[in-house]
């Protein structure tokens, strides 16, 4: 049985016009230490990242709807029985969450469904390919988000995946990375060149600059226009994003990294 | 043939051709490439970053951009970015560095030839602060000058640096010295490159690099007392420390990593014939000063393989008559003398003489940083 609640602490986002992405309780609190209070998990400056990108869209303009619509998931039963610590404990945090679905693992895929998740972030991998297998676009994070920069949301799009797609995504997943692609490509179009509190990256790792340019052309064809490209043509991709720092990286419709 | 959508078919570069080899391709591959057009090209695949010898080059140096900076110094980011994609199918011309990044290229395929298997070879990355809107337009002026780039960092504003050491890079080239110093103190050899006002043709299969001695190949601390106490102090001091090897500059690992490639070729018998030469431009005499800096090579195990002792007289006519695809020097006055006769010169802003300001100098060197 699920339950969405809103945070009436915060001003909700009108969700037909919100780019709306979902994070799993593990990647917002981490894991219970027992406290009343939950601790920060690793999605912790991606979430100020979210708020900082909403912030200067409401400087830019007032009466901005394109906006981050966060809604906080649990993906267990046994999180879903501790709604009251989880609200109590994003109140202590001063968390821009906006909207909490309890559900269970049973239907967490459909509440995503429900809520017309944009994105889906989770800790778990296994979590990741079920959305996808949705539909929905998803993508991991880890102990690598917390050395990310809560001034700017930085977006990896892994290139080989956008050029090769895997003959296991579905329609439907391959939508939802367009929609996003375009959304996020809207949003980035509301700041000028420099000093963007979004910035949007595209890697790939194995092809060669045809591959990257491919990757580039087909973004733009979506709406999307890319800050940095990195072709690395096989070189070792873990001390490139050591330095790129993205908070997440998508591959199209596939549930997140490789390697 | 010049096919701008972005799929190539040639193979690296037409040096193979041009070096003897025609075709490192069989008849059933070229077979394979007509029927299947979608199949990746058959291009080498680009070696490791830890085997390889990386040189990083920035887009205005492999390019000539002096219309775009120029609409970027004066009208701003937005103006430059929106003319930069309103001609995005028009190629660059090539700018200063373009002829050292070919000879690399034909370095590499005669390396191909003798050693198949070894990853022993140049790597070029193109690693520009441009955004990759941008991108589009330097990707089509790499395929249309058929150049073999297959890495590159579009770092859209934020510093190079990291990407640079990630890279393992042996030497960054720039027109920005703002970024040529913070690399240099990051331990990466680089050098602010300027563009001669005319260029003077060089070779197209023989690679070759001149180096100034001190502040480049070698420490600033003969050039320290030669500015702190004069000539007569400097010679003096240079024939008592004859036997003491000099401490090493900012570009010694990049001659040692030329010789080690310089090895391969003397191994299969090909020193008179080696695609690589050095040369050694210094304003040490033979007669006295000069005896140190070839004894600090000796003791480093590196072998130059020209010394041009020029006792103070100018380096600008030599080069000329060397003709280098890049010289690389401490000072700026060097430099320019060198530029003026239409050598590819590089600044290597590192050491005592950059602490001495040059009047009319300085001002040339400032770039916008973002570029």
Known sequence: MVSTVQNTDIEQKDAEHAVVVAMTFKAVFGSDDGDDVYGAGVAFTLLQALQTVNERLLLENPSEMLLFDIILITTDRQQQQQSDRIMSSTRHHGLQIHRFCFSCEDDFTDSLLQNKVHLFLSTDKNETVQAASRGVLSALVDHQTTLCSSQQLKVVFCGDSIVQPDADINAASRQAAEVFSAQLGEMRRRFGALDSPLSIVVMTSSGGRDSCCSALRTLRTRGLSVDEAHCLAGAPRGIILSVLRPHFQLSDGLSGLQD | ?371
Not at chain 2, 1 to 22: A, E, F, K, P
Not at chain 2, 331 to 357: D, K, S
């Open chain 2, 1 to 371: 043939m010049n096919v701008n959508n972005g799929q190539t078919l040639s193979i690296s570069g037409q040096d193979s051709t041009r070096n003897g080899s025609s075709s490192s391709r069989a008849p059933w591959e070229d077979a394979r490439m007509v029927l299947k057009p979608t199949t990746p090209t058959r291009k080498p695949k680009p070696p490791k970053p830890e085997n390889a010898i990386t040189i990083a080059v920035s887009a205005r140096v492999l390019f000539n951009m002096e219309k775009e900076q120029h609409i970027y110094e004066h009208q701003g980011m937005e103006e430059y970015i929106k003319y930069q994609v309103e001609h995005e199918t028009e190629p660059f011309n090539p700018g200063p560095a373009f002829s050292f990044v070919k000879a690399l290229e034909a370095v590499n395929a005669r390396l191909r030839e003798l050693y198949q298997e070894s990853e022993e070879l140049f790597d070029v990355v193109l690693v520009t602060n441009n955004h990759a809107y941008v991108g589009l337009r330097l990707i089509n002026t790499i395929n249309h000058h058929r150049l073999f780039i297959e890495r590159f960092c579009m770092t859209g504003g934020n510093s190079p640096i990291g990407y640079l050491k990630a890279y393992h890079t042996n030497l960054y080239l720039s027109a920005d010295p703002v970024k040529v110093r913070e690399a240099l103190e990051e331990g990466i050899a680089a050098a602010t490159m300027f563009t001669p006002e005319k260029m003077k043709e060089v070779s197209d299969n023989q690679l070759r690099v001149a180096f100034d001695g001190d502040a480049v190949l070698f420490s600033d601390e003969s050039e320290r007392i030669f500015k702190a106490h004069g000539l007569d102090k400097f010679f003096e001091h240079e024939k008592a420390h004859e036997n003491k090897p000099l401490d090493h500059g900012p570009l010694k690992g990049f001659l040692e990593a030329l010789g080690k490639l310089q090895k391969k070729f003397y191994a299969k018998g090909q020193r008179m014939d080696c695609p690589i030469r050095t040369y050694l431009v210094t304003a040490r005499s033979a007669a006295s000063s000069g005896t140190r800096a070839l004894k600090t090579l000796r003791s480093w195990g590196l072998e130059i393989d020209e010394a041009l002792f020029l006792a103070g007289a100018p380096k600008g006519p030599m080069l000329e008559k060397i003709r280098p695809h890049i010289f690389f020097d401490d000072q700026m006055f060097h430099v320019e003398g060198a530029a003026e006769l239409g050598t590819v010169a590089c600044h290597v802003p590192y050491g005592i003489a950059q602490r001495v300001i040059k009047k009319g100098f300085m001002d040339k060197d400032a770039s916008p940083s973002g570029q």
